[in-house]
């Protein structure tokens, strides 16, 4: 399979080790990369050990003029109320969209000329996408299928029903009535960027009151008892203006956006634990009687809500399904994957074969990998200064360096496809230490948050440190931190505010702790990825603690490193003392001062 910014798809039988997934971003190095996504193309033909012409299909992962048409629908149903955005839109539509079929063939002519890609190119339908990449991963044979965004074509949210290689939708909400852009106009009025920022107000929502949650049941979505919905159109502004949220909005919940310099009041914070809470609360009606009504043991999520963790904890703590499992790229980028599934079983009507491992996405390390003498090459190129140690070494020292309180860059294997980082392009800290969180923070990533980072702990341990039991490998449920490991506050530390709060130290690690003692778990599995589960273990044989803080291997504004030499630039433009690249072990101190690079400058701050 394969994936892009803009994916298409390379069809894979699930249980092949040969292939792979990869967003464009990480190779042209440019956030949300719009463009052809010829690198990721390339590198998965590359992966895969396939010459164009030796693949069965391509595949784009929605439909242009289906969503089209809704523009113009929704267009004409509120003219001339829409005419300015609709104005606006057109131009690009009729430039790129509508002849996505002839765009997409020319650039893949362009580089891989003589292809016949005409001829094999394939369209799903974007929420069909998204429920293929929930389905055909998953360790289920059958499995009830919830799919929830902002929109595809007209879908926002789609119920399907999956055996063996078959998907059946049977059940759709529909545009403008959608969870997903609802989310994303309180995303956009507490003054976060929309598409995401949406992490940020889920962030943000321990630290408030749900206080306007009410308020959001009585005039802007009309929640039935079976988790269906509508919204109240009267106050959004997505479908006839450029922004999200309307004069009448403002009115409601008592001002006008937060722009984003704006500083962050208990008001905002209160807004983001109400459209939580309100997101929760649609979230467990749909699945509950989504429960009762099909019987369906398994539940598989995708689509951008997908992402809320929070929720998803929630789901699976009512026990109403035995198994959840949401896809690791639950946004559009896992489209491509779902795309290339969905034409693999369903168009050429293909077997599934279940994985071994977990799951079909493997851990969810499906990009490139570099050999030891390639890291070594690359680097040395780079004017790097290292030591190679075994491997047993190599624990030995990173972990000294952990335990040290360092902040150590990780880069072990294939990258990750999906927006975490799990283990392989990571930067990793201890998460006992109550200064590591403000460390990274301000030292690595050049940002204050609100959020604390995200812990890694051996499978195994789990409930040892969490109320959870079960796998969580892509960091997509939330569970709070074991009562015995917790640390009570006192009247007086309650009263703190914002980041104030989040720094008085609420567990044995608060680095990973929020400050309602939540944590996004991952667990790490010695099956697909022996080499992060050793370097645990190491850690808790020296220290007792099978939890390390896992942070993404990028600063703020930039994507996720991709080669050696991505992280290279990354350790020396940051504060991270310790670089490990497969094993290569690179200290800060030993490096041509000239290398370092002040990423401050280049962006700008929270
Ligand atoms: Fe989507």
């Known amino acids: 399979m394969l994936a892009g910014s803009h994916p298409t ?16 971003e990480r190779f042209t190095r440019k956030k949300h990369e719009s463009r052809f996504p010829v690198h990721a193309v390339r590198y998965c033909l590359e992966s895969a050990g396939l010459k164009p012409n030796e693949l069965d299909a391509a595949v784009f992962y929605e439909k242009p003029f289906l969503k089209f048409e809704r523009l113009l629908e929704n267009y004409l149903a509120l003219a001339p109320r829409g005419l300015r955005s609709f104005r606006l839109a057109l131009p690009l539509w009729i430039r790129e969209k509508l002849f996505q079929r002839d765009l997409l063939c020319r650039e893949l002519e362009a580089v891989w000329p003589d292809g016949g890609w005409a001829s094999r190119l394939l369209f799903a339908e974007h929420h069909q996408s998204h429920a293929a990449s929930a389905f055909f991963p998953s360790p289920f044979e059958e499995a009830l299928v919830l ?5 595809g074509e007209w879908t926002t949210t789609s119920v399907a029903l999956g055996s063996g290689n078959q998907i059946e939708i049977i059940r759709e909400i529909r545009y403008p009535h959608s969870l997903g852009l609802l989310y994303s106009a309180f995303t956009y009025y ?40 509508r919204l109240n159109l009267e106050y ?45 609360e649609t979230v467990l ?27 998803n904890g929630k789901v699976l703590r009512t026990g109403r399904f035995e198994n959840l499992w949401i896809q690791p790229a639950a946004g559009d980028a896992g489209g491509a994957v779902g795309a290339a599934l969905a034409a693999y079983h369903i168009h050429k009507s293909q077997p599934r074969h ?28 780079a004017g790097a200064k290292f030591t190679i140690y075994s491997d047993s070494e190599l624990l030995y020292h990173t972990v000294a360096a952990l335990v040290d309180g360092k902040a150590v860059g990780w880069f072990q294997g294939r ?10 392009r990571s930067i990793l800290g201890d998460a006992r230490s109550p200064t590591m969180q403000s460390l990274l923070n301000l030292k690595v990533k050049f940002r204050e948050s609100f959020r604390p980072f995200a812990p890694s702990v051996l499978r195994e341990d789990i409930q040892d440190w969490f109320e959870l039991d079960v796998d969580s490998p892509y960091m997509l449920l ?18 703190l505010f914002g980041i104030e709060k989040l720094n008085v130290p609420r567990s044995e690690i608060p680095a990973v702790t929020h400050v309602d003692y939540s944590a996004r778990v991952q667990t790490v599995h010695a099956g697909t990825n022996p080499r992060y589960h050793a370097l645990i273990s190491a850690f808790k044989a020296k220290t007792g603690c099978p939890v390390i803080v896992n942070t993404s291997f990028n600063i703020r504004g930039e994507p996720i490193v991709c080669t050696p030499e991505d992280a290279f630039r990354c350790f020396m433009g940051t504060e991270v003392e310790v670089l490990v690249v497969e094993n290569c072990f690179l200290r800060k101190e030993e490096q041509d001062q000239a290398f370092r690079r002040d990423y401050r400058q280049d962006f700008d701050l929270d």
């Open 354 to 381: 279940r994985a071994g491992l977990l799951d079909g996405m493997k851990g969810a390390y499906l990009g490139p990998s570099f050999s030891p003498d390639e890291v070594e090459r690359r680097l040395t190129k």
């Open 478 to 495: 939330v569970g709070d931190v074991q009562e015995r490991r917790r640390i009570a506050t006192t009247a007086e530390q309650q009263k």
């Open 236 to 280: 959004f502004d997505y479908c006839t203006g450029l922004t999200m949220t309307n004069a009448r909005f403002s009115e409601l919940f008592g001002g006008p956006p937060r722009k984003p310099e704006e500083r962050l009041t208990q008001r905002h914070m209160d807004l983001a634990a109400s459209v939580q809470a309100v997101l929760e």
């Open 285 to 311: 009606r749909m699945t509950g009687s989504l429960a009762a009504e099909t019987g369906a043991r398994n539940l598989c999520i995708a689509g951008g809500v997908g992402l809320n963790c929070v929720a």
């Open 415 to 424: 990258m990750e496809f999906g927006p975490r980082a799990l283990g392989n």
């Open 147 to 151: 799919t929830m965004d902002g929109v």
């Open 9 to 24: 798809g390379r069809l894979l039988e699930s249980g092949e080790q040969r292939g792979g997934a990869a967003q464009e």
């Open 190 to 229: 507490t003054g976060f960027k929309v598409n995401s920022g949406e992490y940020k107000v889920m962030g943000l929502a321990p630290y408030g009151q749900p206080r306007y949650a009410q308020a959001i049941f009585d005039h802007l979505v009309d929640l039935k008892p079976d988790g269906s919905f």
